[in-house]
């Protein structure tokens, strides 16, 4: 296992890219969609059933973990890998994106943000230093830059002035993240939807150089159009040899676009929640288990999935246990939904890898369009 975390692009079609991110707890196979166990657990799924799926990393949130059960104990009990019994890559976030959505009396300044825990209301404060440490007590292999994302529609000269501050915190970040081998920090890029700021942005990241680079201040509510046409050119302002993340992305074709468009890495709760709520991703679109159509049905959710969810389970049972509000619902729809978007993950590592992208895309698109199979 090497001592570094590096990148070995392995192959393009078009803009798409597959390789692998090598780091001393395991390789990560690129395109990569990170499961996320907010709260050191993807909920639902025991860390051997996650990695069934092919998951080669797992997401964890510093701002949730920060207030509890506290970086410090999760330091002092060996670091999150031991603490939640998932020994391969964990990338965490820097927190400030989930400050920004979730914590009460936020206050930013230059140095920082200062606010109060929605969970019991305690102050804390978070700096691009304090993040810093906090990632590092985690032991997370993957760290991300403190940032600051401002909330979409914004002027162009508030999204200008927020973008340059987190550059400002990039490089504080850098500074605090020092030299730690085996470990790798990346830099997340802002500017909204507009060109120039993202250029800026881009630039500004280059000069004080990361392991990686994040598309920052996407899927927060702009839409899937609005998206792509940043990930149309922004991407490309970003080195080549060193892997790309879009954060906090998003639906099956969501993640097919980005990939067309040159990210490597992907992370989104949706495969997770919306498996709690019954809504199912398949081969042939969404499937509502809340639906009455499947309460007689003895068939799978998904002939052509390997999970034990389509194996051994009809929709009449998972349709019966949805109803009764029992656990095995959760973690049989979840479970479904983390190996439906691994399997898209794989499929397009293969064909990226055999120049078959733009088939292989057709495919997906006109499976998706099909629709669920007919009720009996
Ligand atoms: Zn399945």
Redesign the pocket.
Known sequence: MPSKVTFDLQATDGKARTGVISTPRGEIRTPAFMPVGTAATVKAMMPESVRSTGADILLGNTYHLMLRPTAERIDRLGGLHKFMNWERPILTDSGGFQVMSLAGLRKMTEHGVTFKSHVDGSKHELTPERSMEIQKLLGSDIVMCFDECPALPASDAEVAESMRMSMRWAARSRDAFGDRPGHALFGIQQGGVTHDLRAESAEKLREIEFDGYAVGGLAVGEGQEAMFNVLDYAPDMLPTDKPRYLMGVGKPDDIVGAVARGIDMMDCVLPSRSGRTGQVY?RQGVVNIKNARHIDDPR???EN???????NYSRAYLSHVFRSNEMISGMLLT??NL??FQDIMAGMREAIAAGTFAAWQSDFHSGRAQGDIDPL
């Open positions: 398949t799978p959710l998904d999935c390997a999970c034990p969810a389509c194996r479970w479904h190996q439906y």
